[in-house]
């Protein structure tokens, strides 16, 4: 059959679910949950897709939950990818009030948008026109937040990375994927927009202890040893070292104190903060998270201090495939003609599809239909068509052009890509973060 009839069958499929579609996208936002404990989510997005006749595999990665579709015929495997979690922003008006969670980042419009393309492709009837298979993949724990909880499941062996998709890797669940596509909403983007990214940050997480020794504050301060002063001279130490950061590496460090001290009037012996230090390169990365370590341990020398400094795998830059981007612009044009299509250039925050984007060809493209900024509580989606439906015609209709004439595009952009690093590298090299 004809690709533009088949790219015809699967937005007319859309449309006529996109009630379906929308409702899953508000009903998640209105149960928001952080990484790895996205039970709710993944159970809305499970029976989603047993609705469309898909056999979810549930409880990867916690709770990732993965659906195949088959064509019948033997070729790659495309995947798209949406991300169950959402990430602390008590000031949103659909926030949490126990945990603080809302989808001030709209991973519930990600979601929404891969069960829209699943719609697309399971509704049309054009999955016996294709070679190979789709994958719809609903990933748990994007955002690297509540770092401390994170390692008692490392520890308990429940996880043995991090983040969301850097433990689906470690667990092999994208070993039978052989390109991803993912999208993610943009911010104060309120007309149809798709904004074309390239790359994007990576980072090394950090959790620092400093220890110092209690005495009342105001009767005996001589006797004790402030760790909270140790604190604020390694961020000074950070601080004095950003003149060195090179504009090219897109350094950005950010750190926070999650434990100040304990009692006003008691010198604070135990500081704690954690922070990222993220840039372009993992040249850039390595080179400076090292040089933030010397500052923030040169900060407990000074008071006498004892500096606790623990690095973890975060997440590796982002690489977004070229002939997928050009796909995506054509599509997108398709499925709205009047959509504005932008470049996106290089994104300074980080995403875990870089790491996947390490293995495999991938695309990020940033999607309008919003207002606010990103993790603030004035996101939201001001048009549910530009914000989901949009870009869910258009990764299916990219699937399309992947997967029909026997797969030839799709085998084409593998024959043509070269992976930055195997798995086994890749597993390797997130495990020498940990210190």
Do not use: W
Not at 24 to 38: M, W
Not at 84 to 98: F, I, N, T, Y
Request: charged content about 25%; aromatic content about 6%.
């Amino acid at each position: 059959m004809d690709k533009e009839l088949l790219k015809q069958k699967v937005c007319a499929a859309i449309d006529a679910s996109a009630d379906k579609i929308k409702a899953v996208a508000d009903s998640i936002a209105d149960e928001p949950e952080l990484g790895f404990k996205e039970v709710k989510t993944a159970a809305k997005v499970a029976a989603f897709m047993r609705e469309l006749g898909l056999e979810p595999q549930t409880g990867l990665a916690i709770n990732g939950v993965k659906a195949r579709a088959k064509s019948g015929r033997p070729g790659p495997t495309a995947a798209v990818v949406g991300e169950l979690d959402a990430v602390g922003c008590p000031e949103s008006e659909k926030a949490d009030p126990l945990t603080g969670a809302a989808h001030a980042c709209g991973h519930n419009l990600q979601i929404a948008t891969m069960l829209g393309a699943a719609c697309g492709i399971m509704k049309s009837g054009v999955l016996s026109e294709l070679t190979g298979d789709v994958v719809f993949f609903g990933v748990p724990a994007e955002e690297y937040i509540e770092i401390e909880y994170r390692k008692k499941l490392v520890k308990s062996g429940k996880l043995h990375f991090l983040s969301g998709k850097g433990q689906l890797i470690y667990e092999g669940a994208f070993d039978d994927i052989d390109m991803a596509m993912q999208m993610h909403a943009d911010k104060n983007m309120p007309r149809p927009t798709v904004s074309i990214g390239e790359s994007s940050n990576g980072f090394v997480g950090k959790t620092v202890r400093y220890v110092g020794k209690t005495a009342h504050a105001a009767d005996a301060p001589h006797e004790g040893v402030n760790a909270l002063n140790a604190a604020m001279l390694g961020l000074m130490g950070i601080n004095a070292l950003r003149e060195t950061f090179r504009e090219q590496d897109v350094v950005r460090v950010h750190p926070i104190i999650t434990k100040g001290g304990d009692f006003v009037n008691s010198v604070p012996d135990d500081v704690r903060m954690e922070l990222y230090v993220r840039a372009k390169t993992m040249n850039a990365i390595d080179s400076t998270h090292k040089r933030v370590d010397a500052a923030l341990k040169a900060g407990g020398d000074a008071v006498g201090a004892q500096t606790i400094v623990e690095t973890l795998p975060g997440m590796l830059p982002l690489n977004c495939n070229r002939r997928m981007n050009e796909l995506m612009v054509e599509n997108s044009l398709k499925a709205y003609p009047d959509v504005d299509i932008k470049d996106a250039g290089h994104f300074s925050a980080s995403t875990d599809m870089g790491d996947v984007s390490h293995l495999m060809p991938v695309i990020h493209p940033f999607i309008g239909g919003t207002e606010g900024l990103l993790h603030t509580g004035g996101f939201h989606a001001v048009d549910f068509n530009a914000a989901v439906l949009l870009p869910a015609k258009a990764f299916a209709m990219v699937l399309v052009d992947l997967l029909a004439d026997d797969a030839k595009e799709a085998k084409a952009i593998l024959a043509d890509f070269k992976p930055i690093l195997t798995k086994e590298e890749y597993i390797e090299k997130m495990e020498s973060y940990f210190s």
